[in-house]
């Protein structure tokens, strides 16, 4: 029996990685968002003709965030490169100057774009908005990563409540291994 729950369960789990997401298929949001205090960013004009990562915070400088999430997209950037993306971007609902310091704190740099959705333009055009003010004092980004190509997503992975998992840099690299030739 006891065997037989775990199969039930791996099988559970394969399907749920193989369900496609309602945004899959969709184009980028045409929204401007920033990159340091005066930069503004056109995420459409960023990411078109090109293969993108795209990796989304609850919050700058918080314990998972700053920990496991965007680590892993810095010390996996080579290999994400490699893999055939052209670009990687961090982005978070704080403003521009905590996204730059954060940047800055996590070597960042000339790595993983970190841009601020200060209206949380974009989070809202994906309905990835979550309401954590109980904890963090307002409406934030769900966690999640995504690839697009183009500028049209062809792989999104959201997290179930405070999980660090469908979203990490290792499914990331899985997604970009799979895609090889089709780039």
């Known amino acids: 029996?006891?065997?037989?729950?775990?199969?039930?369960?791996?099988?559970?789990?394969?399907?749920?990685?193989?369900?496609?997401?309602?945004?899959v298929g969709k184009q980028l949001p045409d929204v401007t968002l920033f990159?340091?205090?005066?930069?503004?960013?056109?995420?459409?004009?960023?990411?078109?003709?090109?293969?993108?990562?795209?990796l989304a915070v609850p919050g700058a400088f918080t314990p998972g965030c700053s920990k496991v999430h965007l680590p892993g997209y810095i010390e996996n950037y080579e290999k994400i490169l490699k893999l055939g993306a052209d670009k990687i971007a961090c982005i978070s609902c704080n403003d521009a100057f905590v996204m730059e310091a954060w940047g800055k704190d996590m070597k960042a740099e000339g790595k993983v774009r970190m841009l601020a959705d200060v209206r949380r333009d974009f989070t809202k055009a994906l309905d990835m908005e979550v309401d954590l003010s109980k904890q963090m004092g307002s409406i934030r980004s769900k966690r999640y990563s995504l690839i697009c190509r183009d500028g049209v997503i062809?792989?999104?992975?959201?997290?179930?409540?405070?999980?660090?998992?469908?979203?990490?840099?290792?499914?990331?690299?899985?997604?970009?291994k799979a895609m090889q030739g089709k780039l």
């Open 154 to 176: 062809t792989h999104f992975n959201e997290e179930e409540g405070g999980e660090i998992k469908n979203s990490a840099a290792g499914v990331i690299i899985g997604q970009l």
């Open 35 to 54: 990159e340091g205090v005066k930069n503004k960013v056109k995420v459409r004009e960023l990411f078109g003709n090109k293969v993108g990562v795209i």
């Open 1 to 23: 029996m006891r065997r037989y729950s775990s199969l039930l369960q791996s099988a559970k789990l394969h399907t749920m990685a193989e369900k496609k997401h309602k945004l």
